[in-house]
Each structure stands twice: as C-alpha cells, then as structure tokens.
C-alpha cells in the first residue's frame, strides 16, 4: 500500500472493523481496513462511495448525514458554525474583495459576508443547494475547476471547511485553490484532526461511533497538509489548531462512551472549558486543523 500524499510505502493498518455510515449510530455492514501512513501520518481508508458525484450532487449525502437537505434545516444546523469559521479567518480580509468558499452547503457562511464582499463565488455540488444560492445572486459553479473558468488568478480569499477530507484527490483540490488565487490571495482550509486524545482515551469506540467514516475518505496531520501544499507551490504555508468541543464533552464521552452525552454541571465552568480548549490547541491536540495559505 503507496501512501497518496507523500509515496512512501511505509504504511501500516491502524483498524480494521466497522465504521460510521452516515449520521449517528449508523454502521457499515462490513468491516473497513484504516490505513495510517508511518512518514506524513496521513489516516485514509479505500472504501469508495459509488457514483461519488451522484451522491454528493443529489439530496443523498445529506439526507445520509443530517436527516434531510431543507434549506432551513441546513441554517438551523450551520448557522451556528458562522463565529467559529469567523475566528479561523479573521473578519478584515474580506471586504470589497471577491471571495470563494468552496463546499458552501445553502451559504450559510456567505450570507454573513454576503454586502461586505466585492463579489461572492460559491462551489458547491448539491444541485439543490446551487439553486438556492443562484437566487441570492451568488456566482454559482458545481466544483472548482469550472469555476477557474470564469475567475482564474482574480480570487483574493479562498474558504472551505470540512470538505477536504471528502475529495478523493486532495491534491488536486489545493491544486484548483490554487489556480482561482491571485498572487497574494489567501485560502483557509479546515478540517477535523485525529482527535489524538478521545482516541487515547478510548480507542475503537470512539474510532467507530465518530471518527472514521465512509464520507471522510481522509484524516490528515499536518506534516501531510504541508507536503500537499509545498508541492503545489504556495509561498506561505501555516497551521493553526482549534478544539471545538469542550470539557464537557470528553467527561460525556468518557462516562457513556458515546457521542451527544456531553456533561452539564455547574463545575464545567467557562474557565474550566477555555482552559481544556487552550491545553488542546497548545499541544497541537486538538480536534481541527486550519491550513492558512498564500499564494
């Protein structure tokens, strides 16, 4: 087994048995092999979805993963991700200048910059979705490369979160972002870690019931996040780390060994969370990565 990212044959399987299918609860029928590279700790698994595009240009994916693909169950779910997508990125960098998030969903996070920016492009495969933000006025492509298109070298700020760990060919992914960018753009691409110490603190169940899953095909480190990005050729390349869940969380998990259990009591204060939070990203152990480039 050649990892993909980096072609080193030193690899080694890391899990072998059922994984998370979707939402919640849900399993695949048969085992899957996980794979970690041994030089640029890139995590991945080869079980393919059929017909990707169908899967994730129709209602399936999220039918599969949220229970339905309503315009206003995707706000009442992401909304609230808008603040946190904010502090990755900062809130100076995006006015009067034209900006893409690639994997925007019904643009939840567009409609905040939506007034501030020069212009907005939004990619998105969900035809459903691109209707949607097609009526907000949005610039409107399936996927990247057509975008490139219409504004190759004219892009200042590129965004996409949680959607680098579903493509099959990353590199080209960061290839495109890339192409869209002016010299001196900006992307910020986000996504979930290893979650090094939920695994250390419970191994396959956690592994199981929510970190490996047929739509992640990877999870990536950021020793493999920086050879994908060097090989490319941007000129500035940086990480910063953030833990989205709190203390409650890992106590809920560790109590009931399963997600949505997180502990509510009065001894889980806001110090008490910021502090994990702070431990978390200082270690580099946190649960999401951000990969900062500049062309």
Not at 53 to 60: D, F
Not at 133 to 153: L, P, Q, R
Not at 232 to 237: L, M, Q, T, V
Request: glycine share 8%; proline share 2%; aromatic share 12%.
């Amino acid at each position: 087994m050649i990892c993909k990212i980096c072609g080193s044959e030193n690899n080694k399987i890391i899990y072998c048995g059922l994984i998370r299918d979707g939402g919640l609860g849900k399993y695949t029928i048969d085992k899957v092999a996980i794979y970690q590279c041994n030089t640029c700790k890139v995590i991945w698994h080869d079980n393919q979805i059929q017909n990707v595009k169908h899967y994730y240009e129709s209602t399936e994916y999220r039918n599969t993963l949220e229970g339905g693909s309503e315009e206003n169950l995707f706000y009442a779910l992401h909304d609230k991700e808008t603040l946190d997508k904010l502090t990755y990125t900062g809130t100076d960098i995006y006015r009067d200048k034209i900006v893409t998030d690639i994997g925007c969903g019904c643009g939840a996070f567009l409609d905040f910059l939506n007034g501030v920016a020069q212009k907005i492009v939004a990619v998105e495969p969900s035809e459903t979705y691109r209707r949607i933000m097609s009526e907000k006025g949005f610039s409107t492509y399936a996927y990247t490369d057509s975008a490139i298109h219409d504004y190759s070298t004219q892009v200042d700020v590129v965004t996409s979160f949680d959607v680098i760990e579903h493509v099959e060919y990353p590199q080209k992914f960061l290839t495109d972002i890339f192409g869209l960018l002016k010299t001196g753009g900006k992307a910020f691409v986000g996504t979930p870690t290893d979650a090094p110490i939920m695994r250390k603190l419970l191994g396959d169940i956690y592994e199981k019931k929510l970190l490996y899953s047929t739509q992640h095909l990877w999870i990536f480190s950021e020793e493999s996040l920086r050879i994908l990005s060097k090989d490319i050729g941007f000129s500035k390349i940086n990480f910063k780390y953030y833990q989205r869940y709190g203390f409650g969380n890992m106590i809920g998990w560790v109590k009931d060994k399963k997600p949505g259990t997180a502990i509510q009591e009065n001894f889980i204060t806001d110090t008490l969370n910021c502090l994990w939070k702070n431990q978390c990203v200082d270690q580099k152990l946190s649960d999401y990565i951000v990969l900062e480039l500049e062309k």
